[in-house]
């Protein structure tokens, strides 16, 4: 059933029409030498015929929807995610051949809520050897992924890639043996083609799903069940693509508030935990939370990042000691901005989400940051214009 349903997806997949070839594909000389340096470092399990002339990207498998399978067309609730290994991913969507070399590492096969710490940092690390080490033999690096938590892996690899060779991350809403119109192996090439563009470069992490370009700092998943859930509603989409044709709307720019850290003698990120807002919380899980063995806490506000008043107790009390607290907003877009009355002992998030809030502070606290230059990391930019002053410098 799996066989039956990859080929007629690669059946599927050969109506998109593809990039200039070099050479016709049964022509491609057998030259898996060029991988197999690689191979010592990344435990590759898929390594592609080289094309002479096209860039060489490395897709780091990790599961999710993508790599789905239900035993239904149709199916795009139930099905079981993390099932169809790297090979066979890249097998059903032969046009990437004609966009780039390409070598496939399972990285682990796993639904994306259940993305473990750990597999993220490994993430970093393997992407960072690929494209940024004096001996990387990569051009780019595109990561499969489920989408439920996807942004927050995206925006780990934004703020700790090392240069400026794109990581492109790439999900599906739709298994990839959902038949009737899976997003899968059309998400997976326009992934493998924005990866490869050199116009990708000095972009930072991006993600890529259905035709759009969205920067990873500031991309999110904004609807549960429909494919146009990856968005960036302030800053919009960077780029896009027509059929299998990347373009870009402006030239390259990183985010104004992105700061960038090297991870590479960080063994593990600490746990911080997040918090919900509503209607007159106290936060009562905070001291549960701290006991538990939390090293930071963020707080998802409401509106923008606010805290109930029966809340600030126990906030108070954890902050004298030294426990970080980072307010976001559970609105997900917009700013919690700093310097509220009434909230001094907690750090804003600026611009982050919660999960994201959660992921730079859990970066900042493995690089052990002291709390001020945890509170400058998250607030320092965004305070630099709020403070600016008409007719200073
Ligand atoms: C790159 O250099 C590192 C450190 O010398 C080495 O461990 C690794 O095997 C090299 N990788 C490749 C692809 O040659
Ligand atoms: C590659 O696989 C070997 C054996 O399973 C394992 O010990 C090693 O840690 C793996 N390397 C990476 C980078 O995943
Ligand atoms: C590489 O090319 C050879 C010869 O055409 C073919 O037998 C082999 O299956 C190809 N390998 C891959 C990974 O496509
Ligand atoms: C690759 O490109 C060549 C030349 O344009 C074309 O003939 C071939 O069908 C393409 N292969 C696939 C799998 O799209
Ligand atoms: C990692 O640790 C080594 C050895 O202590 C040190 O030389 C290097 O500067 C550290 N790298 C970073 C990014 O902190
Ligand atoms: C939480 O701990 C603080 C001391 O850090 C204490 O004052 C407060 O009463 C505790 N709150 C709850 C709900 O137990
Ligand atoms: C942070 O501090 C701990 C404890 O001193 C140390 O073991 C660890 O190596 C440090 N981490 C980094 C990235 O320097």
Redesign the pocket.
Known sequence: MLAHALFSLATLATAVSAAPLAAPLEARASTLAASSSSNVDFNITYSSNRTEGLPTMLILATGGTIAGSSASNLDSTTYQAGVVGVGQLIQAVPELLNVSNVDGMQVSNIASESMPDSVVLKLTKLANKALCAPNATFDGVVITHGTDTLEETAFTMDVTLQCDKPVVVVGAMRPSTGRLSSNSPNNLLQAVTTASHPASRNRGALIVLNDRVCQAYYCEKTQANTVDTFDSPEPGYIGALLSDKLFYYSTAAQPTFKQTFDLS???ALPDVDILYGYQGTDFGLLNATIADGAKGVVLAGTGAGSIPAAALHDIDAAAAKGFPLVRSSKINVGAAVPGDAGYDSMIAGGLLNPVKSRRLLQILL???KTNDEIRDAFEGKLDSYLSYKPGSS
């Open positions: 003698n960080v063994t493995a690089l052990n």
